[in-house]
């Protein structure tokens, strides 16, 4: 551990330097997957531009309670689900999962499926839940 602390007194610079770089490299791969949009902003995309939710959770979480109209297909399946998103591929689609960590690899597949208007609900269910947003269950 002291060659370690003694590493970053003699090589501060160099260490930033990777810091900044790795963080940058978390920045852009999360947003290749898609924007990352708020409760409110999931709302009026699915209310003034016809979005669609794509709820990527396992069927029992989903059962559980959801967001309104959401699809589900949990993130495991998307890639062999995809022909059911078809009819869906010129509109905005929003992935949502429990805690916002699957929905930028849902992102990704549905991106280089073809879908142009892709985004990710923030934080997941846990912040639409959080945030007081309505939900229904099966």
């Known amino acids: 551990m002291a060659e370690f602390l003694q590493f970053l007194n003699q090589e501060w610079l160099l260490f930033t330097v990777l810091l900044a770089l790795l963080f940058m490299l978390m920045m852009h791969e999360g947003k290749r997957g898609g924007a990352a ?11 003034s ?8 959770r396992d069927s029992k979480d989903f059962e559980s309670g959801h967001i309104v109209g959401a699809i589900n297909i949990p993130h495991a399946k998307v890639a062999a689900q995809m022909s059911q998103l078809e ?7 929003v992935v949502v999962c429990r805690f916002g960590q ?29 945030s007081q947003m309505p939900t229904v269950k099966d």
């Open 37 to 47: 949009l708020s409760p409110a902003e999931l709302t009026q995309v699915v209310n």
């Open 49 to 56: 531009k016809d979005g669609v939710v794509l709820d990527v």
């Open 87 to 93: 009819k869906h591929k010129q509109k905005p689609v």
């Open 102 to 130: 699957h929905s930028s690899m849902v992102g990704k597949i549905l991106k280089a499926a073809g879908f142009e208007n892709v985004a990710k609900l923030r934080g997941g269910m846990a912040e639409w839940q959080a």
